[in-house]
C-alpha cells in the first residue's frame, strides 16, 4: 500500500487541520495547494471532507514545480539590487 | 511489585466515563465501559491558523499566538498591516516604510519594527504601533541591517537586535529602551545573519544563521544576559532562514531554508525534536511562546505564503497498554 495519498485543498484557515488531525496521520503541506497525506483511514476521510481532489504523485509533482518554476521565472527577472539578499527558489520533490 | 496505592497512596478510580483531558493530566483511572485503564497526556502539534490575505515573508510579525501583528513583506515592501486574533486576520494600520528583513517585538497594542531594506540601503529606522497606527520613532539604530535577529518576548517596547548583514555579516547587538537604541559592548562570537532569535532584552538567544553569501551556515547557539553571549547547546544541523520565539528557557525554533519543516525546542541547555510544521518554510515571521506560538507566512511559496500555523500544547486521553 502506498505511504501517502496526493491532494489539493484550499487552506481555509482556522480549524483546516486540527491538533488531533496532526496526531492522526501525516500532513505536510506545499505549493500550489499540495497536500501529502498519510494513506490510512482518518487522512483519507480529512482529505475528503476539505472538499480534496485527490491527485497522483506525477499529477501533485507538476502542479508544484509548476509553481515553483514560476517563482524561478520571477526571481530571474529581477536586477541583481532586487534580488539582493534572497535566494533563487529552488526545486521541490515531493515524498 | 509495588501497588498503585503503595506508590501515590490511593486507589485508582472506577469511572463510568473518562476524566475530562485537560483535568486529568498525570491521572490514571478505569473505564468502566471500555474496560481500559485511561490516563491524559500532554501532546504538542502544529494545526492551521488563520489565512492572512496578503502572503507574506521575512516580513515583521510580532505579539501573542491570539494576538498579533504583521506589516509589509519581503520583495515587494508593503506597508499593508494586519492583525491576528486567535482565529482571522484583519487589516490594520499601514506602516510608513515597508521593509523586508526587519525584526519586530512587542505587542499588539504596544509594538516595534526596525531595521530591514526596501531595495536600496539597509534601513536604520524604527517605527512603533499603538493598536491603530505606526509613528516612526526618532531613535535610529547605529548599524543598518537586513536579516537580523531580534528578542521576541522582551517587555514592549523593548528590544535586542543582534546580528545581521550590513556590508557583511554581523555580530554587533543592539538594545532599544524604549526610547533610544544603544551599542551594546558584547558581540556574538560568530557574524550571521538570516539567524534566528528569541528571549527577552536581558536573555536573548541566537541560533543559526549563515556567515556569508555563498558562505557556512552555522548551528551555533549563543545566549545573551544583557551584557555580553556565552555558548549554548548547538542546533543538530546548521539551518539558515529559521524562526524563533519564546524565551531563553523555554524557546521554540522552525521551520529553515529550504521548506524545513523542523520544529525545535531549547530549555536554555540542550534543543529537542518537537512536532513539524505542516508547511516547511523558512523566513517565517514568530511571536507568541514556547508552547502557544504562531508561525506567520514563508516561503515556498514566494512571494510569501497566507498560510499561518499555531504551535499549541493540549491535552489528550490515551488508553493505557502493554505494548
Known amino acids: 500500500m502506498a505511504l501517502f495519498i496526493y491532494g489539493t485543498a484550499t487552506n481555509y484557515g482556522k480549524n483546516f487541520f486540527t491538533h488531533q488531525d496532526r496526531r492522526n ?23 475528503a471532507e476539505k472538499n480534496g481532489v485527490e491527485k497522483t504523485k506525477a499529477e501533485a509533482q507538476a502542479l508544484v514545480t ?30 | 511489585m509495588a501497588t498503585y496505592k503503595e506508590i501515590f497512596g490511593k486507589k ?57 501583528v504583521t506589516s509589509s513583506n519581503d520583495g515587494t515592501y508593503v506597508t499593508t498591516t494586519e492583525e491576528y486574533n486567535g482565529s482571522s ?5 499601514a506602516l510608513n516604510t515597508g521593509r523586508g528583513g526587519g525584526r519586530a517585538g512587542g ?13 536600496g540601503p539597509n534601513s536604520t529606522a524604527t517605527e512603533t504601533y499603538d493598536g491603530t497606527s505606526y509613528t516612526t520613532s526618532p531613535a535610529t539604530m547605529a548599524a543598518g541591517r537586513r536579516n537580523l535577529a531580534s528578542s521576541t518576548n522582551s517587555s514592549a517596547p523593548t528590544a535586542t537586535a543582534f546580528g545581521g548583514f550590513e556590508a557583511a555579516a554581523s555580530a554587533v547587538t543592539e538594545e532599544f529602551n524604549g526610547t533610544s537604541w544603544a551599542t551594546s559592548p558584547g558581540s556574538m562570537t560568530t557574524a550571521r545573519y538570516k539567524l534566528g532569535g528569541a528571549g527577552t532584552q536581558t536573555a536573548a538567544l541566537a541560533f ?4 556569508g553569501p555563498g558562505g557556512t551556515v552555522q548551528s551555533v547557539t549563543e545566549a545573551y544576559d544583557g551584557t555580553s553571549w556565552a555558548g549554548g547547546g548547538a542546533l543538530p544541523g546548521a539551518e539558515d532562514q529559521i524562526t524563533g520565539t519564546g524565551v531563553s528557557t523555554a524557546a521554540l ?3 529553515g531554508n529550504p521548506g524545513v519543516t523542523t520544529t525545535l525546542g531549547y530549555d536554555g541547555t540542550a534543543w529537542s525534536s518537537k512536532p513539524a510544521l505542516a508547511t516547511g518554510r523558512g523566513y517565517m515571521m514568530g511571536c507568541g511562546t514556547g508552547t502557544a506560538a504562531l ?19 493540549a491535552a489528550a486521553v490515551k488508553t493505557v497498554t502493554t505494548s
Open chain 1, 66 to 95: 509548476a509553481e515553483v518554476e514560476a517563482a524561478q521565472a520571477a526571481w530571474d527577472a529581477q536586477s541583481e539590487e532586487e534580488r539582493l539578499g534572497r535566494d533563487r527558489p529552488g526545486p521541490i520533490t515531493l515524498p
Open chain 2, 295 to 313: 508561525g506567520i507566512g514563508g516561503i515556498p511559496p514566494a512571494p510569501g505564503t497566507t498560510a499561518t500555523e499555531e504551535f499549541t500544547v
Open chain 2, 89 to 93: 486576520w484583519a487589516g490594520a494600520g
Open chain 2, 208 to 211: 543559526g544563521g549563515i556567515d
Open chain 2, 107 to 119: 505587542t499588539q497594542t504596544d509594538g516595534i519594527v526596525f531595521a530591514g531594506a526596501s531595495g
Open chain 2, 253 to 255: 525554533a522552525f521551520g
Open chain 2, 12 to 68: 485508582i478510580q472506577s469511572l463510568a466515563s473518562d476524566i475530562p483531558a485537560a483535568q486529568g493530566e498525570g491521572q490514571i483511572w478505569y473505564n468502566e465501559t471500555s474496560d481500559t485503564f485511561k490516563t491524559s497526556v500532554l501532546t504538542e502539534a502544529w494545526a492551521s491558523g488563520g489565512v492572512m490575505t496578503l502572503g507574506r515573508y521575512n516580513a515583521f510579525g510580532y505579539g501573542t499566538q491570539t494576538a498579533a
Open chain 1, 25 to 47: 496521520f501525516f500532513l505536510r503541506g506545499y505549493p500550489a495547494e499540495v497536500w501529502v497525506v498519510g494513506n490510512n483511514e482518518k487522512g483519507a476521510l480529512w482529505l
